[in-house]
Structures are given as C-alpha cells and as structure tokens.
C-alpha cells in the first residue's frame, strides 16, 4: 500500500509577529483544547504558485470540527473529503485548506518565561473577535480550571488594540501586536468566495492556505483515501503585560490570546 504525505503549515512560519516593547511580551504554548474548523480542501494543477491555486479540485468540503488536542501529535483525528474527484493523469503541485477563523480553545501556560506570570482561558472573559485578540486571566501558578474561549486566526494589522491595556500611556510601552501575512495565505469572507493573496483583514471570515508539495502527486488507477492529523507544539499566543495601565507600576497584570500554529497532515492512501 503506498502512502503519500502531504503537509500543511498553517500559521506561525507564515506570519511576522512583531512585538511591543517594554514589560508587553508574547510567547506561543500548547492547549489543551484546540477546535478548528477545516471546511474546504483543494488539490492545485501543475503551474500553481504559492499564491495561486490553479484548476483546484476540491477533495473535501463541508465544516468539520477536529479537536486537535484530543490525540497524540501527529495521530489521525477522522477521515475529510472524497478524492474520487481527482482527474485521473493529472498531477498537482499545491495544496489549499480552507479554514474559518474562529477557533475555540483551552489553555493555561506561563508567560513569562519562568517567572510565574500564567495566562488562563476563562469564563465570562471577552471573547476573540476577527479583529480583537480574547481576553485572558493572569495568575502566579497552573490552573486547573481554565474553560474553553473563542480566539481567531489574527488578521493582518500594524497594531492590535488589547481590551484593557493602555496604550500609549506615561510609559509609552504598548504600541500593540503588529502581524504580517505571507501571500500563501488569503483572507476571504466565504468558503467560496475569493480574495487578495497575503492579505486577511478584519471583516474575512476565512482563511485560504497554499502549500507546495514535498512532492508533485498524480493520480493512479486507485482512489486513495484521505486521512487527516495535526501536531500542536505552538497552538495558541499570548502578550501580557505587568503593567496594563502604564503608570509606571508593575502592579496590575494583564495577558491575552490569539489562535497559533497547528500543523495538518493529509495523506492520500493508494
């Protein structure tokens, strides 16, 4: 039986994160909950770049949540799509997913850097929006009652305004989370709908990735099956801040989340 990979990284090699100066800071951790919403998967044809998809053939559409934090890394989480609609001869070069934004998340990690600043999901914090990052809590250990939060895939902004930290302030220390955007990936207001390569604003929903294939795929006689998994080593980010209202104090800690990385495996099985 032969086997041919194809991977897919999703976010964190494919956004800039610049950070804020002074006591904001921002560091990547795992979840314990990640649910994402894969809701289209397309084969791209010989001549397609990393910025466009060529004749896609679409292998699998229709939402579908996956948890990825429920299995081992790299463990299969469910089958996705029906790759009897590859064209028999043809070979593809790419791979574009499409994702929704919005993803729900559970985590409890320190920020800090070992000095016991933890940053939680929780109950009745503000939830992410397409331009906001969610609120987190601030504690001084682990938790163990951190609740799952709506977060999204950030959209491509100079700065990001944090619910309740000053900017701009005596200390002129949070200028806000600036993320830039490679052209593989396209923010787009639909599944269907189409966008600007390398740019994901506020009011898209969704998010196009293209990846080039270790190596170009034809299809055979046989329909191969279609099998996805994920690995989370940078699920979720946060920035935080021991001084929120810039008064000079590090007194008043505050921290905030936006959806990371998850690495997604499709394998096509002859």
């Given at each position: 039986?032969?086997?041919?990979?194809?991977l897919?990284?999703?976010?964190?090699?494919?956004?800039?994160?610049?950070?804020?100066v002074?006591?904001?800071?921002?560091?990547?951790?795992?979840?314990?909950?990640?649910?994402?919403?894969?809701?289209?998967?397309?084969?791209?044809?010989s001549?397609?770049t990393?910025?466009n998809?060529?004749?896609?053939?679409?292998?699998?559409?229709?939402?579908?949540?996956?948890?990825?934090?429920?299995?081992?890394?790299?463990?299969?989480?469910?089958?996705?799509?029906?790759?009897?609609?590859?064209?028999?001869?043809?070979?593809?070069?790419?791979?574009?997913?499409?994702?929704?934004?919005?993803?729900?998340?559970?985590?409890?990690?320190?920020?800090?850097?070992?000095?016991?600043?933890?940053?939680?999901?929780?109950?009745?914090?503000?939830?992410?929006?397409?331009?906001?990052?969610?609120?987190?809590?601030?504690?001084?250990?682990?938790?163990?009652?951190?609740?799952?939060?709506?977060?999204?895939?950030?959209?491509?902004?100079?700065?990001?305004?944090?619910?309740?930290?000053?900017?701009?302030?005596?200390?002129?220390?949070?200028?806000?989370?600036?993320?830039?955007?490679?052209?593989?990936?396209?923010?787009?207001?639909?599944?269907?709908?189409?966008?600007?390569?390398?740019?994901?604003?506020?009011?898209h929903?969704?998010i196009?990735?293209?990846?080039?294939?270790?190596?170009?795929?034809?299809?055979?006689?046989?329909?191969?099956?279609?099998?996805?998994?994920?690995?989370?080593?940078?699920?979720?980010?946060?920035?935080?801040s021991?001084?929120?209202?810039?008064?000079?104090?590090?007194?008043?800690?505050?921290?905030?989340?936006?959806?990371?990385?998850?690495?997604?495996?499709?394998?096509?099985?002859?």
């Open positions: 039986m032969k086997k041919t990979k194809i897919l990284t999703i976010l964190i090699s494919l956004l800039n994160f610049k950070n804020a002074a006591v904001q800071a921002t560091k990547s951790g795992s979840a314990d909950v990640y649910k994402v919403s894969v809701e289209k998967v397309e084969l791209c044809e001549g397609s990393l910025a998809c060529l004749n896609p053939v679409v292998i699998g559409s229709g939402a579908k949540e996956f948890d990825i934090a429920s299995v081992d890394a790299g463990a299969s989480v469910g089958t996705y799509g029906n790759p009897a609609k590859i064209s028999l001869g043809s070979t593809y070069t790419h791979i574009q997913t499409t994702l929704n934004r919005a993803v729900t998340i559970k985590a409890d990690f320190d920020v800090s850097g070992g000095s016991n600043l933890f940053c939680k999901t929780a109950s009745g914090n503000t939830a992410g929006t397409g331009s906001a990052f969610a609120v987190g809590t601030t504690g001084n250990s682990a938790s163990t009652d951190e609740t799952e939060m709506i977060m999204y895939i950030p959209d491509e902004s100079s700065a990001h305004a944090i619910t309740g930290f000053t900017l701009d302030g005596v200390g002129d220390s949070q200028a806000g989370i600036e993320i830039a955007m490679g052209t593989n990936i396209t923010g787009i207001t639909g599944v269907n709908a189409s966008g600007t390569a390398g740019v994901v604003s506020s009011s929903t969704h196009q990735h293209r990846l080039a294939l270790t190596n170009p795929f034809t299809m055979r006689l046989n329909t191969p099956k279609v099998d996805i998994s994920f690995t989370t080593s940078a699920a979720v980010f946060s920035t935080y021991t001084d929120k209202n810039e008064d000079g104090t590090a007194n008043d800690s505050a921290c905030a989340f936006w959806a990371g990385e998850p690495t997604i495996a499709v394998t096509l099985t002859e």
